[in-house]
C-alpha cells in the first residue's frame, strides 16, 4: 500500500530547461527528512506545461536520484486515455513504483467513461495505479459507487482525494476495502481525511517544510493524536499562504526564497503578485524558515 506522505515535487527550472541538478537535490531533502515516496510531474510539477520528452525525463531523473530509497509514483494523467497508456508504460520502464493518473480533464467523460479509462490504462500496464480526483480542475467529480468500481480493477490501488468534501470522502472509505490507500490530495484535510480513516497525503507543502509534515503523520499513525493536532495546527499558516495563489506559484516563490531552486515558471502561470509575496515572506520568517 502508498501510505505515509508522498511529497508531489515541483519541477525546476533554469532559463527555460529542466533544472535537473535542483531537482535531484530537491529529492534528497525530501529522502533525508523521511518522506514515504515521491510523485514527479503531477500538477504540483507544472506537468501540463512539461513536453512529453521533459516530462519522461524528470521520472528518470527523480527515480534515478532515489536509487529505491523511498517509493516514486509518477503522475502520468492525461484528458487522452492513449497518452496516459503511454505515459504510464515509460513510468514502469524507467523504474517508476507506481503510476497517479488525474481523472480525464476537459473531455469532461461520464462515470462509465472514467471506469474505462482506468480499465484501459490498467490492461495496457504492469504498474500499481493511483486515482487522482480533484473536480476543481477536471470539471468531473469520481463519485463513491464509482470508487467500488475502480477498486475491483486489480492495478488500482488508491486514490489521491481533493474533492473537498469530507463527507463524500468518508463514503468512499466506506465503500473501498481496507487496503485501498485513501491519500489526502489537499494538506489542510490531511489530519481530518486520516481521523476517518485515510492511510496519508500526497503533499504540496512537504516541498517546503517535509519535516513537519512527516511529523503529524507519523504522530497520528503511531497513536498520539494530540501532537499530530498541535503539528497541524503549526503548520496552518503555511498551509494558508501557500494556496493563496494557484498553485505551485506560491511554493516556488518560498522555495526561491529559501536559495533551493529559482522561482522560474511556464506560462501560463505568472510571478506572485507583489502583496501576495510580502504576505509570504512574513509567514516565512514567523515559521523561521527566512
Known amino acids: 500500500m502508498f501510505e505515509g506522505v508522498l511529497t508531489a515535487l515541483v519541477t525546476p527550472f533554469k532559463d527555460g530547461q529542466v533544472d535537473e541538478r535542483a531537482l535531484e537535490e530537491l529529492v534528497e531533502i ?9 510523485v514527479p510531474c503531477g500538477s504540483t510539477g507544472e506537468s501540463a506545461t512539461l513536453s512529453h520528452a521533459e516530462h519522461s525525463r524528470v521520472v528518470e531523473v527523480v527515480v534515478s536520484a532515489a536509487r529505491g530509497r523511498v517509493r516514486v509514483v509518477a503522475g502520468t494523467g492525461s484528458n487522452s486515455t492513449r497518452e496516459a497508456i503511454l505515459l504510464t508504460q515509460h513510468a514502469r520502464e524507467a523504474g517508476a513504483d507506481g503510476a497517479l493518473l488525474i481523472s480525464p480533464y476537459y473531455n469532461k467523460p461520464t462515470q462509465e467513461g472514467i471506469v474505462e479509462h482506468y480499465k484501459a490504462v490498467a490492461a495496457e500496464t504492469a504498474l500499481p495505479l493511483i486515482v487522482y480526483n480533484i473536480p476543481g480542475r477536471t470539471a468531473s467529480n469520481i463519485l463513491p459507487k464509482t470508487f467500488t468500481r475502480l477498486a475491483e480493477i ?26 485501498f490507500a485513501v491519500l489526502s490530495g489537499d494538506d489542510w484535510a490531511v489530519l481530518p481525511l486520516l481521523a476517518i480513516g485515510g492511510h496519508g497525503v500526497i503533499s504540496t507543502a512537504s516541498n517546503l517544510v517535509p519535516n513537519d509534515v512527516v511529523d503529524l503523520v507519523r504522530a497520528w499513525r503511531s497513536g498520539d493524536p494530540v501532537r499530530a493536532r498541535d503539528v497541524y495546527y503549526h503548520l496552518r499558516p503555511i498551509l494558508e499562504v501557500l494556496f493563496c495563489e494557484t498553485n505551485p506559484i506560491p511554493l516556488k516563490t518560498a522555495l526561491a526564497l529559501r536559495g533551493l531552486i529559482g522561482s522560474e515558471l511556464r506560462l501560463p502561470l505568472t510571478p506572485m503578485s507583489q502583496p501576495a509575496k510580502e504576505r509570504l515572506q512574513f509567514a516565512l520568517k514567523e515559521y523561521g524558515l527566512l
Open 154 to 179: 486489480e492495478q488500482v490501488v488508491g486514490v489521491k482525494e481533493s474533492c473537498g468534501d469530507l463527507d463524500q470522502i468518508a463514503e468512499l472509505i466506506s465503500s473501498v476495502p481496507d487496503d
Open 30 to 38: 525530501q529522502i533525508s527528512a523521511g518522506v514515504d515516496g515521491l
